[in-house]
């Protein structure tokens, strides 16, 4: 039977009951043909969970799956969940239940060992392609291969093609600054422009302020866009401009006090009858007349603040110290006019409106740190940059070095398994101080860098006089050049800003560039996403196909992917992926930055956890979409790619910001842009037609769930061992195969999923796993698995017509371990390479004796877990009792008897 036979093909966004409803209905019928009657309930589901943890987790995986396919349980699995490295393996079965087996019944014979004991039949030939392609990502070894030489010049294309949009976009901005000094001039020579302007501003911060705090506490509470574009956005530029008034008028500066006095006062006054700031409590109500004595007060101290800044400002000679600085200063001195105000005022002020004042006053205090930086990148890095060769001659030779070999180590440790994107925080302390603060050095170095080339440039064709420092590049970048540069420094500032119409076209056009190039160059097809999502499909995918048909020249065949709407028979997969929210709204989801996101043949999406009233009309309420339309056509290839892009900017609970600026300039970048299912007019896109917002939003971490687009990574970035849509779905059944890196036997996979599935679906899941812990002498666990209960509570129905009840589930816990009766030749290996079966999941280029090893050690546990309860599942269970409940039973006493 076809999956989309009971179907609805409706476009509609679905909430996950209809997707469950009709997951459970399909599942049913095709149990019929592969499932004795009595051997599970009707109502009962077996899911399956494959960990994440690269080629050693897609290994040792595969051999479970023949441990499983020995005792015929395969096609008892109802839902088949895999993460990153578990998917690699999971879509390989899928594929040969697709494009080559008939049957369930033919994939296990064809699978297990003992019904295809000869490894030089046809039956193993896909084991042996896998065999062959176990360095997936360059089959060919050696520095002269091809294969090595592709990964760098694919690279380096990606590279340079995201690196001129993000490059062009920031020297539009750090070239900003040179011509943004001058509105104030313009706004001066402007009468009546000139004067409306900043009472534009004034009446905007007044009135969005007064509301503001009369509806902090309503069902009308203005939205943070709207707060921050009608009063901190304005009342900063108030800032920027009172900093110039007051530079280029000093010669009137007793007036500057009394002006600043009076707008201050008249508009508290304003701000507090609007806003209603008195209390309405006959106790705690302040006098008219005290309100206004306060207030003058305040009044008094901004005159007074303003009379100090005109001193300051007298004090300085140059324009560009006082666009630096000038604003911060004047943003200082109102905070702490506003601080003083507000205590005065004391019980007046009721606490949402001081905590609505605060949270406007961090704004702009945000605002301006980020003038600051910008203005002194864009106007004083090159200047000290040229000091310091003046000062040290060795400087910037050993500074640029310092610069180039702490960004490699910032990068290497964001790839390496110890430092995220794996599913593990066991990570050592020199690894976690280099990706914490590696990042921000190559941030400084790269801003003060762009900074210097820009103004080297302007020095080049902006010279003071008419006259080119140089006649030549060369001249210009030699020692004698930068002297030169450095003695003319401010001259050439100077020259610069008389060409202040150039600089703003200029900027304009650097922009426009970059937003031309994001239209062409395709944000997911030039990351490294499609780079990955090929070597996996030729490894693991075309293992799975018959009739295969390479190219010759490179390797590959585009038909070895198929849709993942087509895969029509049981398992039922489930590919997790890792939605990033790194910026997302939900408070108590700060640590994870992140939810699950599953590709299914019927649906793509999320579960939206959040039931508050959506505040955009083009955002559906439910987050699933068919999968047959979703995102352009989902492939299996896609899904499998993007569940084990362990290596990206954006990667749930192990994101950076610093971090993430690093890796998205380095194209570092394995996840993919997909359609917010909630999205009406994006969820079926496959990638953005524009992509320079959302490479912007990458690179500073600001994912979310409400835009057009979705930012999807590697699962193990949310959940690694694949239980957790299991959990949700209440299987009765699940076996779960942790084949992740925990050397240190942490579990900390498993408390993180424990953890979720009882905060998220209320489900207790009590499982003792000291049996596995290796001991102190022996180095050797006392057993592979543990077997858990799964507590699932009393809720809705998925179609709404009743309670479900509450029921208890098993969860068989199987981990890489050792316990010493393994096979001599899996041992040897162990003695060989001491971090077997724990070996970093940045080797994802494993040998012939490494891949046998992780192979043969998940075929050895998964007989040895299985093997003794199944012989008491061939006598006959009980009438009360399926087949499946007696495995499961007999493997919870059997695990208790460790």
């Known amino acids: 039977m076809d999956f989309h036979d009971s179907l609805s093909t409706s476009n509609a966004a679905s909430a996950f009951s209809d997707v469950l409803k009709k ?47 020995d005792f015929s349980l395969l096609r008892h699995v109802d839902y088949l969940s895999t993460v990153s490295g578990g998917g690699y393996i999971g879509s390989w079965l899928i594929a040969r239940l697709k494009q080559n087996e008939k049957s369930i019944d033919q994939l296990e014979k064809n699978l297990s060992p003992l019904e295809s004991p000869d490894p030089n039949t046809q039956a193993w030939e896909p084991i042996q392609f896998l065999r062959a392609y176990s360095n997936y990502l360059t089959p060919q070894l050696g520095f002269f291969s091809a294969d090595t030489w592709s990964i760098a010049a694919i690279w380096l294309r990606n590279t340079i093609l995201m690196q001129s949009i993000l490059m062009l976009a920031l020297a539009a901005i750090v070239l900003s600054p040179r011509w943004i000094y001058l509105g104030p001039d313009i706004l001066i020579g402007l009468p009546v422009w000139g004067r409306i302007l900043p009472w534009t501003a004034i009446a905007l911060v007044v009135s969005g302020s ?8 309503g069902s009308n509470t203005p939205k943070q866009w709207q707060v921050l574009f009608t009063v901190v956005f304005p009342l900063f530029a108030l800032c920027c401009y009172a900093a110039m008034m007051i530079y280029k008028t000093v010669q009137a ?88 105000h507000i205590g005065l005022l004391s019980r007046a002020l009721e606490d949402g409106q001081r905590e609505w004042v605060s949270r406007a006053g961090a704004w702009l205090n945000i605002c301006a740190a980020c003038w600051f930086t910008l203005f002194f990148t864009a106007i004083y890095a090159p200047l000290l940059m040229l000091r310091l ?7 910037l030779p050993a500074l640029t070095i310092g610069w180039v070999v702490s960004t490699a180590a910032g990068l290497f440790s964001a790839w390496s398994a110890k430092s995220g994107g794996s599913g593990t925080r066991a990570q050592s302390l020199s690894l976690k101080l280099i990706a914490t603060y590696a990042p921000y050095v190559f941030v400084t170095g790269l801003l003060f860098l762009l900074s210097f080339t820009l103004h080297v440039v302007l020095a080049r064709y902006a010279h003071p006089g008419g006259q080119p420092l140089f006649e030549s590049w060369s001249g210009l970048l030699s020692r004698d050049g930068f ?18 119409r150039w600089l703003v076209l200029s900027s304009i056009g650097l922009f426009m560039l970059a937003l031309v190039l994001s239209r062409r160059f395709d944000l997911n097809e030039f990351s490294m996403h499609y780079f990955y999502k090929n070597r996996l499909i030729r490894c693991y995918l075309g293992a799975a196909r018959k009739q295969r048909q390479a190219d010759r020249f490179t390797g590959f065949d585009p038909n070895d992917d198929i849709q993942l709407s087509e895969v029509t028979r049981r398992p039922y997969p489930i590919v997790n992926a890792c939605l990033n929210l790194v910026h997302g709204k939900r408070l108590a989801w700060q640590e994870r930055k992140a939810t699950s996101f599953v590709l299914t043949p019927e649906y793509c999406g999320f579960y939206r956890s959040d039931k508050s009233p959506k505040e955009r009309r083009w955002l559906a309420e439910s987050a ?40 998205t300039v380095f194209n570092v970048r394995l996840g993919s842009w997909l359609g917010n299912p909630r999205h009406e007019w994006t969820w079926n896109r496959s990638s953005p037609k524009t992509g320079i917002f959302y490479l912007l939003c990458e690179l500073i971490g600001a994912t979310n769930d409400e835009r057009g687009f979705v930012n999807v990574s590697d699962g193990g970035h949310f959940e690694n061992l694949g239980i957790y849509e299991l959990v949700r779905r209440r299987c009765k059944y699940i076996i779960c195969c942790d084949g992740s890196q925990d050397s240190a036997f942490a ?22 796993v000291n049996q596995i812990l290796p001991g102190a002498e022996t180095g050797r666990s006392r057993a592979h698995c543990a077997v858990g209960y799964i507590q699932y509570p009393r809720i809705q129905r998925p179609d709404g017509s009743a309670l479900e009840e509450a029921s208890i589930g098993y969860l068989v816990y199987i981990k890489t371990s050792l316990t010493g009766d393994e096979p001599a030749d899996v041992l040897e290996y162990r003695k060989l390479h001491p971090g077997f079966p724990h070996q970093t999941t940045a080797d994802q280029w494993f040998t012939e004796s490494q891949f046998e090893s992780y192979r043969r050690l998940g075929y050895h546990i998964g007989r040895k877990v299985f093997e003794g309860s199944m012989e008491n599942v061939k006598r006959t269970p009980p009438e009360s009792e399926t087949a499946m409940e007696v495995l499961f039973k007999d493997l919870q006493a059997a695990s208790s008897r460790v």
Not at 632 to 640: C, I, N, R, S
Not at 747 to 757: P, Q, S, V
């Open 23 to 69: 997951e459970r209905s399909v599942i049913g019928e095709l149990r019929k043909d592969s499932i004795q009657s009595g051997s599970i309930g009707e109502k009962d589901y077996l899911g399956l969970a494959l960990s994440g943890g690269g080629i050693r987790s897609a290994t040792f995986s595969l051999g479970i799956l023949q441990a499983l396919a």
């Open 389 to 395: 060769d003046e000062w040290f001659q060795a400087a």
């Open 483 to 500: 002297i030169a540069i450095e003695a003319q420094y401010w001259d050439l500032m100077a020259a610069s800003g008389g060409a202040a």
């Open 253 to 340: 500066s007793w007036l500057q006090p009394v002006y600043a006095a009076v707008v201050v006062s008249v508009s508290m006054l304003i701000v507090q009858e609007g806003g209603q700031v008195r209390s309405k409590t006959a106790r705690e109500a302040l006098p008219l007349w005290q309100l206004l004595f306060f207030t003058l007060c305040s009044g008094g101290l901004a005159g007074i603040l303003t009379y100090s800044l005109i001193q300051i400002s007298t004090a300085a000679t140059d324009t560009w110290i006082v666009m630096t600085v000038g604003p911060v200063l004047v943003v200082a001195a109102l905070s702490f006019v506003l601080t003083c």
């Open 747 to 768: 579990f900390e996979d498993l408390g993180n999923a424990i953890r979720k599935c009882r905060s998220d679906f209320g489900a207790e899941i009590e499982i003792d």
């Open 210 to 217: 007064a509301f503001g705090l009369r509806k902090f506490g």
């Open 624 to 663: 699933y979409r068919p999968t047959s339309k979703y995102g352009g056509k989902v492939y299996l290839g896609t899904a499998m790619a993007i569940s084990g892009a362990a290596v990206n900017p954006n990667m749930g609970s192990f994101t950076s910001p610093a971090t993430a600026f690093l890796m």
